[in-house]
């Protein structure tokens, strides 16, 4: 087994990709980011990681020379936030319709304007649809296995697609935290590096991200999202190896005292420790609280999600960004309420907006949420005339 | 310089028939030399434009080596990425190609001029061992003829028309060179197809050299320019001609003048031969003429003696 140092998530983030020998790495500072590509600048500059380390000058060209990179056949890393994710974002689409195992970490950050350098997860869902598989860690330990884990699955020949692990920014970025370092030699043999993907090569010349017609554009899109669907069966294989390989258990969704819960608070990121202390304090006063965390979110685990919720009387969920205008408000609800009314669950579903732009997500918020949520118990969605609230915001 | 000759140009084409550029493209003859002068031994990345477009409608492919293409303003950025990738993975012992295999950023005016200006400075100035070939055909072509920042003086585009307040474009062409060599690359160059010669010898060397070198090629737009396809040559000789377009190379700061001009012939016999330029009036082809004399003028200085000549009366 590994050994345990403390270590912030960020400097998690970046053994961890040291762990998994990346060939290239390519990155662009920004806050709070930055400590990934320090640290890892330092590796190289210190022999301890044998990697070509590219100061790009942008993110932009930070994911498009770690696309260039995949593309000929490298282990590749970079990480970013915020603006810098915003940036990325029109080679996000292109990395994964193009399939290349690319991995990139996200220090969650608020988006501008106003500009602000704080946890927010506007930043991570913004991205979320580029067709990548998104994880969001909830601890710096998480940070660093889910990292090692998504090169498994990434390079896994049934997926072949880009993986995002997101991690809040401050709160798990720079935060230190007991965390047990996986080492070269056992991240390698959990993910051992093989290219099973087109590769540039002089010597059996292809064609990349070639102009695609009506008459076939449809069907690259398609590929897309059926290898996403499949590369939910890939995700719980390597959680399970993960397991067997470093005694560690990770699932899709985790669910703390839901089996008897009356109201389900639904929870992303570090959001999830406090909920889970919260519905331990409020056990106790009789109040049947359960937390829901959502580590996978593309592809969506809807059944590992229903599982956990189809006995609920409320499900409270909180978002930590905000869709505006649209018919859900927060990005996380919409695909729960989407996933509990492809089943006909007919119980309220509500969404709860906090934390925005740093704001602290705070027990006495959740006990607001609670007690509006417990309001609702034998209600039915036709009943309710407003699914979304702001919590701990200004009047 | 030529130590090439016709008749070492490969046979070998690597550039398949069967693409989509326009009857006379400038830009095909570019990409088929620069295949021919370049060899096998290459990764390209492209950057969006028309000859993007045009030789990789899928499933089919004009590309004979390994291509590929990501976005518009990222072509230098992927080709970076290709560099470091090979590097590391060489240094691994993961890849064992026999021979050097060089990687060859493509882009037109816009993608390298304009939107691809900041990932090509970054390339530069990281000294990627990259080759970056810009095929410039002075406007957005691939969009249908709107202006970059590498469309000439007066020039007619779509959002440049000439009408009663304006004259076509009215801001000069801007120096990419000069940006370029600003980088301190060890190796620049412009080229002309209709000097061939001079094309492949400079496409050699800057494939050779090691480290970051670029090359500007000139290159005839048949819609955009409005002529009809069989000029292209002629055209690009002509640019050579009237001292428009200038085929020099800059090695480790060395100006050097490949295609001398002893007697330059007036601008007006290469303005008058293209649509873009047929609203123009007399005092603005005198404008041209001026401002062509005294980028004459500044070559002359570089080069340390009149290696274009004055125009020759008629």
Not at chain 1, 254 to 276: C, E, K, P, R
Not at chain 2, 219 to 236: D, F, N
Request: with cysteine; glycine share 8%; charged share 20%.
């Amino acid at each position: 087994m590994g050994k345990l140092v403390p270590l912030s998530g960020n400097y998690a983030v970046a053994y961890a990709a040291k762990a998994a020998d990346v060939d290239v790495v390519a990155a662009y500072p920004i806050t709070p980011q930055t400590a990934v590509v320090e640290k890892l600048a330092e590796f190289v500059a210190n022999g301890e990681l044998h990697a070509e380390f590219l100061h790009v000058e942008s993110e932009h060209s930070a994911l498009s020379a770690v696309v260039g990179a995949s593309a000929t056949g490298a282990r590749v890393f970079t990480a970013t936030s915020a603006q810098g994710l915003l940036l990325m974002y029109e080679i996000m689409h292109i990395a994964s319709t193009m399939r290349l195992p690319i991995v990139m970490g996200i220090a969650t950050r608020a988006i501008s304007a106003p500009i602000n350098i704080w946890c927010d997860h506007s930043d991570f869902m913004a991205a979320a649809d580029t067709g990548w598989i998104m994880f969001m860690a909830v601890n710096a330990q998480e940070a660093h296995d889910l990292v090692i884990a998504a090169y498994r699955i990434a390079e896994d020949p049934d997926v072949h697609l880009p993986v995002a692990v997101g991690y809040d920014g401050f709160i798990v970025s720079h935060t230190i935290e007991p965390v047990n370092i996986i080492e070269k030699e056992e991240a390698l043999r959990y993910a051992p590096k093989r290219v099973t993907w087109f590769t540039l090569n002089p010597e059996k010349p292809v064609t990349m991200g070639s102009l695609a017609s009506p008459e076939w554009y449809y069907e690259f899109r398609v590929q897309l999202q059926k290898a996403l669907e499949s590369s939910a069966k890939v995700i719980t294989t390597a959680f399970r190896e993960f397991k067997q390989h470093f005694g560690r258990e990770y699932r899709e969704v985790d669910g703390f005292y839901t089996d008897d819960a009356d109201v389900i608070l639904v929870t992303m990121g570090s959001t999830t420790g406090t909920a889970i202390s919260y519905a331990e304090e409020v056990r106790k006063a009789g109040l049947k609280v359960g937390v829901l965390n959502v580590r996978l979110f593309r592809p969506f685990p809807e059944r590992e999600v229903l599982k956990h919720i189809e006995e609920a009387k409320v499900v409270a969920v909180i978002d930590r960004a905000l869709n505006p205008g649209s018919s859900f408000v927060g990005p996380l609800y919409s695909d729960i309420a989407v996933t509990a009314f492809k089943k006909g669950l007919d119980i309220p579903i509500t969404n709860y907006v906090t934390g925005l732009g740093g704001r602290a997500v705070l027990k006495s918020h959740l006990d607001t949420i609670v007690k509006h949520a417990y309001g609702l118990i034998g209600k039915r969605m036709r009943d309710i005339d407003t699914h979304y609230a702001f919590v701990g915001v200004r009047e | 310089m030529s130590t090439f000759t016709i008749a070492s140009i490969p046979r070998e084409e690597l550039l398949a028939p069967g693409h989509r550029m326009c009857q006379g493209c400038g830009a095909a003859i570019v990409m088929r030399h620069l295949l021919k002068a370049l060899g096998k031994n290459i990764i390209v990345a492209h950057a969006t434009g028309c000859v993007e477009v045009t030789t990789t409608l899928y499933p089919e492919t004009a590309w004979r080596v390994p291509w590929i293409h990501v976005a518009f303003e990222n072509a230098a950025a992927v080709a970076s990425g290709i560099e470091a990738a090979l590097k590391s993975l060489k240094k691994k012992g993961v890849l064992s190609y026999e021979k050097r295999v060089k990687v060859v950023a493509i882009g037109g005016d816009g993608g390298t001029v304009d939107i691809g200006l900041q990932a090509l400075s970054g390339m530069l100035e990281r000294g990627h061992d990259v080759l970056y070939v810009l095929y410039d055909n002075e406007a957005y072509m691939n969009t249908g003829i709107q202006r970059s920042g590498a469309t000439p003086l007066y020039a007619w585009t779509t959002t440049t028309p000439a009408g009663s307040v304006w004259r076509g474009e009215w801001r000069r062409k801007k120096d990419i060179i000069g940006i370029v060599k600003a980088h301190g690359v060890p190796y620049v160059a412009t080229v002309n197809f209709a000097y061939v010669t001079d094309f492949y010898a400079k496409l050699r060397k800057a494939t050779e050299i090691e480290g970051p070198t670029f090359i500007h090629a000139y290159s005839p737009c048949v819609p955009g320019w409005r002529y009809e396809p069989h000029l292209t040559v002629k055209i690009a000789k002509l640019a050579v001609q009237t001292g428009i377009w200038v085929n020099y190379e800059i090695e480790k700061g060395t100006f050097r003048v490949t295609t001398p001009v002893p007697k330059r012939l007036p601008v007006e016999e290469y303005l008058k031969v293209q649509g873009r330029f047929a609203h123009l009036t007399k005092e603005e082809v005198e404008t041209i003429q001026k401002l062509v004399d005294e980028d004459v003028e500044y070559i002359n200085k570089l080069a340390g003696a009149t290696v274009i000549g004055p125009v020759e009366k008629k």
